[in-house]
Nanobody, 127 residues
Framework: QVRLVESGGGLVQAGGSLRLSCAAS????????MGWFRQAPGKEREFVTTITWDGGSTYYADSVKGRFTISRDNAKNTVYLQMNSLKPDDTAIYYC????????????????????WGQGTQVTVSS
């Protein structure tokens, strides 16, 4: 059974940092792009960032560019999201997901482009 488990969320003051992890089990995702999405209360789930299967390319939403960094460790079947200079607008549930297409060179930025999803981890940034 495929599982994605996010961790590392919490409460942090504005300007602070958090590092999220997403551990995959049940199969290997080393040949698939991985992405992070987030959903704030009353809003649609939105794209945050994605990384190609080999870690060679990364893509970010404009709202997080320069503050967030995605990385992956294929040996550990884990993807990370380092979040710095956090703002109250970053408050949301953060989800990791696996892109549908194997060896995608330009991973998609829409939820429909992703298969397996984790249960999410709450990030709350206080002002």
């Amino acid at each position: 059974q495929v599982r994605l488990v996010e961790s590392g969320g919490g409460l942090v003051q504005a300007g602070g940092s958090l590092r999220l992890s997403c551990a995959a089990s049940g199969r290997t995702f080393s040949s698939y792009a991985m992405g992070w999405f987030r959903q704030a209360p009353g809003k649609e789930r939105e794209f945050v960032t994605t990384i190609t299967w080999d870690g060679g390319s990364t893509y970010y939403a404009d709202s997080v560019k320069g503050r967030f960094t995605i990385s992956r460790d294929n040996a550990k079947n884990t993807v990370y999201l380092q979040m710095n200079s956090l703002k109250p607008d970053d408050t949301a549930i953060y989800y990791c997901a696996v892109e549908r297409t194997q060896y995608a060179r330009t991973p998609r930025r829409i939820t429909a482009g992703y298969d397996y999803w984790g249960q999410g981890t709450q990030v709350t940034v206080s002002s």
